[in-house]
């Protein structure tokens, strides 16, 4: 079964061609990061309009270096949501009208589920039976979560204010760092020679907060208004040794809240970090080091399926069975994984 995916959900036009069981043929994606970065961010209408021109070149890539013909694919996998309106509807446009065109079947897919399922794209996750512990870390969302099966999912706590990524991006801004933010702090930080100041940890407590948050809640609103006081009040600090602090200060809560979990639950097969966040080295490091103390396996998504792209999309339908839409299917910037419970 050959699948071609699409994603386009902020500033990535991307497609993909895999086939069953789980071998990616192809996978393109074109950046928009030099478009974004005089803004500081990315611009929506911009976005939209860079999918337009960019979704030809990319999708004829994608078939060219699958070895394939449009008339062999079986399917279309295309992200639903959630993501910027506009982005998402360039990419579901294209899909349909290719759905239509080849009569193939077309399958809406959840972004974060792709995410999610990209852990099975590294090898040592095929032979580690579930239920597994999953970090999902990225610029717009912070989850920890059970999956007991491909499609089975449980919110074991989520980020009540900013994500994760978010923070990063916001901080990597209040530091004078171009964007994307993420990468640059953790390369400045990689320079600093002494250590930094502490900042405060995104571990919210107490019942109102787990209403919200569930069992194991995040917040780092907080922490990036720590870090706007101490630029203020010192505008002399040595920004590499700031850079490492503040990373230091997201990463270690991202890993305490997964050595809770740990702790809690003693049936895990495995812990797994999913998302474009997953690409940082001293994330990856500390949660290496709480999987050797528990005795647990560490999957960790090759580096170039972290950030947002259009093989993890097509995965989905490839590994758990999903409902071809009809015409009528439309985008949702707002998509909520269906069935998927928030523990209190």
Same mark, same amino acid.
């Given at each position: ?36 970065q ?19 070149p ?50 809406p ?42 499609? =089975?999912?449980?919110?074991? &706590?989520?980020?009540? %204010?900013? @994500? #994760?990524?978010? *923070?990063?991006?916001?901080?990597? +801004?209040? /530091? ?28 919210p ?30 505008p ?17 809560s ?18 797994a ?25 560490? =999957?960790?998504?090759?580096? &170039?399926?972290?950030? %947002?792209? @259009? #093989?993890?999309? *097509?995965?989905?339908?490839?590994? +758990?069975? /999903? ?22």
């Open positions: 079964m050959l699948i071609l995916g699409i994603e386009s959900s902020c500033d990535e036009t991307a497609a993909a061609v895999l086939a069953s069981p789980l071998e990616v043929r192809s996978s393109v994606v074109a950046s928009q990061i030099a478009q974004h005089p803004y500081g961010g990315v611009v929506p209408e911009l976005a939209a309009r860079e999918h337009v021109k960019a979704f030809p990319v999708l004829e890539a994608a078939v060219r270096e699958a070895g394939i013909a449009w008339s062999d694919l079986d399917g279309i996998a295309v992200t639903q949501g959630p993501g910027l309106a506009s982005s998402l509807l360039s990419g579901l446009s294209v899909a349909r009208g290719l759905s239509q065109r080849l009569n193939i079947p077309l399958y897919v959840h972004h974060l589920e792709g995410h999610i399922l990209s852990l099975y794209f590294s090898q040592p996750a095929i032979s580690q039976p579930c239920p597994a512990l999953v970090m999902l870390v990225t610029g717009g969302h912070t989850a920890l979560m059970r999956m007991t099966a491909p499609g =089975v999912y449980e919110v074991l &706590g989520r980020s009540i %204010d900013d @994500a #994760a990524g978010e *923070a990063l991006d916001k901080g990597a +801004r209040l /530091l004078g760092l171009p964007y994307p933010g993420g990468p640059e702090i953790e390369k400045l930080a990689l320079t600093a020679r002494g250590s930094g100041p502490r900042f405060p940890r995104g571990l407590r107490g019942e109102d907060v787990k209403k919200r948050g569930g069992e194991y809640p995040f917040s780092f609103s907080g922490l990036k208004t720590s870090l706007r006081y101490h630029l203020e009040q010192n002399e600090a040595d920004k590499a040794e700031v850079a490492a602090a503040y990373q230091e200060a997201v990463m270690s991202l890993c305490a809240r997964v050595e809770e979990a740990l702790q809690a639950y003693e049936d895990w097969a495995c812990v970090c999913v998302g474009g966040v997953a690409k940082n080295q001293y994330l990856r490091a500390g949660l290496e080091t709480l999987c050797e103390r528990f005795d647990k396996a560490l =999957v960790t998504v090759p580096i &170039g399926y972290c950030t %947002d792209n @259009a #093989a993890m999309i *097509a995965a989905v339908p490839l590994l +758990r069975d /999903l409902t071809p839409a009809d015409e009528a299917v439309k985008i949702d910037p707002n998509l909520v994984l269906s069935g998927v419970q928030l523990r209190k």
